[in-house]
C-alpha cells in the first residue's frame, strides 16, 4: 500500500474528471464555471490507466468528483473501467443530482455503488438563491430513484452557511426519519477566493455534534476505506448523520485518500501548496512509470493541512477538485 511517513496507509483514490459545473453554488462557484484553461481534460484510457495505478498500490475505494462529473458523455464509461479493474472494490460518484432521476439505473448497471448528491437545504426556494437553478424537485426525484435502484449506499452532502441553511438540522433530521439515506453536514471552508463569504458564514460542526450527542445519537465506528466524516446513528431513525470537519485538530490523523485532478495532476491535500503533474505517465498502458511515481510522491505527503492558519493552498474553489 502506499504509506506517507506519517504511517497514513492510503485505500481511497478522489478522481476528478471535469472542473466544468452547471450549478452556481454560493460557496463554490458563485459566478458560475469560468474556465482558465483548455478543457483537455483526461481521456478514458489515461483516467483507465491511473485507476489501475492506484489499485496496483492498494486502492480499493474509487469517488469520481468534478465539478459535475455527469457532465462526460463517458460518465458511464468511467464507471465501467473502474469495475473493470482489479482490486477496486467500491466505486462512488458525487453529483448535484441534476440529471440522476434520468440515469441512475444505468450508473448502477454499470457497477457505481454509491452516490453523494449535494442539496444543502431542503426549501425550494432556499434551494433556488443557493445553486441559481429552480431543480430541487428534479434533483429529489433522483434521490427517490437512487432509494429505488437497489445502490448500497445514498448520502446527501450539506455545506454548513449561518446565512443560508444555518436553521435547518430540524427539517433534515424530519427527513431522515424514514429515509436510509445518510445526511453530512460539512463544514464550509475557506478557499483562495471566499474569504469574505466564508467569515459571514461558517459554522462549526463541533456545535451540532454537541446536541446530536445530547439528543441520544450514538457514534458509528469507521470502515477503513470511509471519507472523513464522523458519523452517527439513532435507534429512533432510519438515516444516519455525519459530521465532516476539517477544522478539528485532529482531522488529518485518519486521512486515508488522494486526489487525482482532471488535468492530470496528483494532489497529497486538497489544501496542498502545489498540484504534481503525472500527465506524462497516464498514456503508458504498461502503467509502470506511474506507479513508480506514486511511490515517490507519497513520501512527500505533509502531517496536515494548515486551514486553520488561514493557508488554503492553491484551492481556488472547490469544484477544482471536487472536495
Same mark, same amino acid.
Given at each position: 500500500?502506499? /504509506?506517507?511517513?506519517?504511517?497514513?496507509?492510503?485505500? $481511497?483514490?478522489?478522481?476528478?474528471?471535469?472542473?466544468?459545473?452547471?450549478?452556481?453554488?454560493? &460557496?463554490?462557484?458563485?459566478?458560475?464555471?469560468?474556465?482558465?484553461?483548455?478543457?483537455?481534460?483526461?481521456?478514458?484510457? *489515461?483516467?483507465?490507466?491511473?485507476?489501475?495505478?492506484?489499485?496496483?498500490?492498494?486502492?480499493?475505494?474509487?469517488?469520481?468528483?468534478?465539478? *459535475?462529473?455527469?457532465?462526460?458523455?463517458?460518465?458511464?464509461?468511467?464507471?465501467?473501467?473502474?469495475?473493470?479493474?482489479?482490486?477496486?472494490?467500491?466505486?462512488?460518484?458525487?453529483?448535484?443530482? $441534476?440529471?440522476?432521476?434520468?440515469?441512475?439505473?444505468?450508473?448502477?448497471?454499470?457497477?457505481?455503488?454509491?452516490?453523494?448528491?449535494?442539496?444543502?437545504?431542503?426549501?425550494?426556494?432556499?434551494?433556488?438563491?443557493?445553486?441559481?437553478?429552480?431543480?430541487?424537485?428534479?434533483?429529489?426525484?433522483?434521490?427517490?430513484?437512487?432509494?429505488?435502484?437497489?445502490? *448500497?449506499?445514498?448520502?446527501?452532502?450539506?455545506?454548513?452557511?449561518?446565512? $443560508?441553511?444555518?436553521?435547518?438540522?430540524?427539517?433534515?433530521?424530519? $427527513?431522515?426519519?424514514?429515509?436510509? /439515506?445518510?445526511?453530512?453536514?460539512?463544514?464550509?471552508?475557506?478557499?483562495?477566493?471566499?474569504?469574505?463569504?466564508?467569515?459571514?458564514?461558517?459554522?462549526?460542526?463541533?456545535?451540532?455534534?454537541?446536541?446530536?450527542?445530547?439528543?441520544?445519537?450514538?457514534?458509528?465506528?469507521?470502515?477503513?476505506?470511509?471519507?472523513?466524516?464522523?458519523?452517527?446513528?439513532?435507534?429512533?431513525?432510519?438515516?444516519?448523520?455525519?459530521?465532516?470537519?476539517?477544522?478539528?485538530?485532529?482531522?488529518?490523523?485518519?486521512?486515508?485518500?488522494?486526489?487525482?485532478?482532471?488535468?492530470?495532476?496528483?494532489?497529497?491535500?486538497?489544501?496542498? *501548496?502545489?498540484?504534481?503533474?503525472?500527465?506524462? &505517465?497516464?498514456?503508458?498502458?504498461?502503467?509502470?512509470?506511474?506507479?513508480?511515481?506514486?511511490?515517490?510522491?507519497?513520501?512527500?505527503?505533509?502531517?496536515?493541512?494548515?486551514?486553520?492558519?488561514?493557508?488554503?493552498?492553491?484551492?481556488?474553489?472547490?469544484?477544482?477538485?471536487?472536495?
Amino acid at each position: 500500500m502506499l /504509506v506517507d511517513p506519517a504511517g497514513r496507509k492510503f485505500s $481511497y483514490l478522489r478522481l476528478s474528471i471535469t472542473d466544468v459545473c452547471n450549478f452556481k453554488c454560493v &460557496y463554490c462557484l458563485p459566478d458560475g464555471y469560468q474556465c482558465d484553461h483548455d478543457r483537455d481534460f483526461l481521456s478514458l484510457n *489515461e483516467i483507465s490507466n491511473t485507476i489501475k495505478a492506484f489499485a496496483h498500490h492498494g486502492i480499493s475505494k474509487l469517488r469520481i468528483t468534478g465539478g *459535475e462529473p455527469t457532465l462526460r458523455k463517458d460518465f458511464i464509461d468511467v464507471i465501467r473501467a473502474a469495475k473493470d479493474t482489479q482490486g477496486i472494490t467500491k466505486i462512488a460518484a458525487t453529483t448535484n443530482g $441534476y440529471s440522476m432521476h434520468k440515469h441512475i439505473n444505468n450508473w448502477v448497471d454499470a457497477g457505481l455503488n454509491a452516490i453523494n448528491v449535494s442539496i444543502d437545504t431542503l426549501d425550494p426556494r432556499m434551494f433556488n438563491t443557493i445553486t441559481g437553478h429552480d431543480k430541487f424537485s428534479r434533483v429529489m426525484q433522483g434521490i427517490e430513484s437512487a432509494l429505488e435502484s437497489g445502490i *448500497e449506499s445514498v448520502k446527501i452532502n450539506s455545506v454548513l452557511m449561518k446565512q $443560508y441553511n444555518g436553521r435547518e438540522l430540524d427539517s433534515f433530521l424530519d $427527513y431522515l426519519k424514514h429515509r436510509p /439515506v445518510t445526511m453530512r453536514f460539512i463544514e464550509l471552508m475557506q478557499t483562495n477566493d471566499n474569504k469574505s463569504f466564508f467569515d459571514a458564514n461558517h459554522i462549526s460542526g463541533q456545535s451540532i455534534k454537541e446536541q446530536l450527542l445530547r439528543d441520544g445519537w450514538q457514534p458509528i465506528i469507521r470502515d477503513v476505506t470511509a471519507g472523513p466524516a464522523q458519523e452517527f446513528f439513532h435507534p429512533d431513525y432510519m438515516g444516519k448523520i455525519g459530521l465532516i470537519m476539517p477544522y478539528s485538530n485532529d482531522f488529518c490523523n485518519t486521512c486515508n485518500r488522494l486526489r487525482i485532478s482532471s488535468l492530470g495532476k496528483l494532489h497529497l491535500c486538497l489544501f496542498s *501548496e502545489q498540484g504534481i503533474s503525472l500527465r506524462e &505517465y497516464m498514456s503508458d498502458n504498461t502503467n509502470q512509470a506511474l506507479i513508480n511515481q506514486l511511490a515517490r510522491y507519497i513520501k512527500t505527503k505533509k502531517p496536515t493541512h494548515l486551514l486553520h492558519q488561514g493557508n488554503t493552498g492553491v484551492t481556488t474553489n472547490l469544484s477544482m477538485l471536487g472536495g
